[in-house]
């Protein structure tokens, strides 16, 4: 099993550019999200969606965009990307959202430059 | 104010030292307290994972939950090298709890040999 994998792991982009962070889980997983991690502010929820065909906000959803493509995979668009989405993303799933099995899993993340 | 308080460190100790990592927290509805860890350039890892108040004991590491005082810990005994790594504390759960999970910001631990 490969867990949770993202593509890409690096990109630079400029400023205006638009792209999309690609996710999969091959663990059967009914929830899945998107975080990003800057330094000194922890991982922060971007989207998530609960279930198969439901998205929602997290806590900064601002400039992104999401698909659940189907159950295994979750992508993240940025439309106008913008230097303030430098960062480093990282997509995490879980067997279900809520109760005891919400331990979340991660990706290797993607680092993203936005000049 | 963040919901999930977490000192960044560096902390720096010698190795076999204990190692104790602290978060507060506001939300009294917060059930399920976690403990990631993350080495430099990986993503995270659950390392602890406490239902409610009370301690939880894996081998070197103990988690404590004390909800009256919206206090929770995380103790490294026989610090190694390997340890080295930043640890994350997650919470979640309350009357919608959607598993949403909420980070504090993590503390970076080294421990030198």
């Known amino acids: 099993n490969a867990g949770v994998t993202q593509t890409p792991k690096f990109q630079v982009l400029k400023t205006g550019q638009s792209m999309t962070l690609q996710c999969a889980q091959d663990?059967?997983?009914?929830?899945m999200y998107w975080y990003r991690q800057d330094p000194g502010m922890g991982l922060r929820l971007i989207y998530y969606?609960?279930?198969?065909?439901?998205?929602d906000k997290g806590e900064v959803p601002n400039g992104y965009n999401v698909s659940r493509l189907n159950k295994r995979e979750f992508s993240l668009r940025l439309e106008s990307a913008a230097p303030s989405q430098t960062s480093v993303y990282f997509c995490?799933?879980?067997?279900?959202?809520?109760?005891?099995?919400?331990?979340?899993?991660f990706g290797p993340g993607t680092r993203l430059t936005v000049l | 104010q963040k919901e999930v308080e977490q000192d960044p460190g560096p902390l720096s100790v010698p190795e076999g030292a204990i190692v104790s990592l602290n978060c507060t927290y506001s939300n009294s509805a917060f059930q399920y307290f976690m403990w990631y860890r993350q080495y430099s350039r990986k993503g995270p890892e659950l390392l602890m994972y406490?239902?409610?108040?009370g301690n939880k004991e894996d081998g070197r590491f103990t988690a404590q939950v004390d909800k009256s005082s919206k206090y929770i810990s995380l103790f490294i005994r026989d610090s190694q090298p390997s340890d080295s790594a930043t640890y994350l504390c997650a919470m979640s759960g309350g009357s919608s709890n959607t598993g949403k999970l909420i980070f504090g910001q993590g503390t970076t631990l080294q421990v030198k040999p």
């Open positions: 969606s609960a279930s198969e065909g439901t998205t």
């Open positions: 663990m059967n997983h009914n929830s």
């Open positions: 995490a799933s879980s067997r279900s959202s809520g109760g005891l099995y919400n331990e979340q899993f």
């Open positions: 406490t239902y409610s108040s």
